[in-house]
């Protein structure tokens, strides 16, 4: 039995999604990133166009290939792929942020490689916070967009979650418990649990990541259709 969505739920919607973990440069040769593999995201840009959306996937660099027939946009910093959302939101029906976005970027990035010096045992690196996406994103929502996010976290999760579905104005948070090494970053499974703007959650089952993305994109379909 289909469910009274159906399979073409997004049919006609205009779908973002974000993947993949940023690069911060630091000097030609060298950046900062993180342990994201891009799967998640790459997962709900094909759930997605399965229900029908038209599908922009930005993506920081990842091992993956996109799902085809979506747009793919590829970025590298936390500004690239800021530019590129914001540039494209106002188009956009929903917009999700599976990217691990990178908290800090380096105040200056070194032209030449940096070198070991005689008299330095170490480097101290000068970072600042990179803009925050989805509280931008936040501030030019109009009441007809969806906009979902991951909360990656190693403790109190459901707390930190509530605390950024709020804070970041969504209508839809996958909370996802990366402390555990069997599911999140770098696995092919995961669990997370979906909490909607109401503080309503639903915990899915350890799964694929597959399973988990088309289960997200049922409930944004669901949402989408009450705006
Ligand atoms: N995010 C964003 N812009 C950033 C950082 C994160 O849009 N500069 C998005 C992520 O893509 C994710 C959500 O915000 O959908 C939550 O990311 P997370 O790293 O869990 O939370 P932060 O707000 O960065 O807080 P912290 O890392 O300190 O827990
Ligand atoms: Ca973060």
């Known amino acids: 039995e289909l469910s009274p969505l159906g399979q073409q739920s997004l049919q006609g919607k205009s779908v973002i999604v974000t993947a993949g973990g940023t690069r911060e440069r630091l000097d030609p040769v060298r950046f900062l990133t993180n342990d994201s593999s891009g799967k998640m995201g790459y997962a709900v840009a094909e759930a997605a166009q399965q229900a029908g959306a038209t599908v922009t996937l930005i993506t920081a660099p990842t091992r993956l290939t996109p799902p085809a027939g979506v747009t793919v946009v590829p970025i590298q910093s936390t500004s690239d792929l800021a530019q ?41 690196l000068k970072l600042r916070k990179t803009p925050d996406i989805l ?30 579905l709020h804070s970041k104005s ?58």
């Open 84 to 124: 590129a959302v914001l540039d494209r939101f106002p188009q956009a029906d929903a917009l999700v942020m599976a990217a691990a976005v990178a908290d800090f970027q380096p105040l200056d990035v070194a032209d030449q490689k940096i070198k070991k010096s005689a008299d330095n045992d170490g480097l101290i």
């Open 135 to 164: 509280a931008e994103v936040a501030k030019i929502k109009q009441p007809h967009q969806v906009t979902v996010g991951f909360a990656a976290e190693t403790q109190n999760l459901l707390a930190n979650a509530q605390h950024k």
């Open 170 to 227: 969504l209508d839809l948070l996958a909370a996802n418990d990366v402390s555990r090494t069997d599911i999140g970053f770098n696995s092919d499974d995961n669990q997370v649990t979906l909490i909607d703007a109401n503080g309503e959650q639903t915990q899915t089952p350890k799964t694929s990541k597959i399973q988990i993305a088309t289960l997200l994109v049922d409930q944004l379909a669901k949402i989408l259709a009450t705006k």
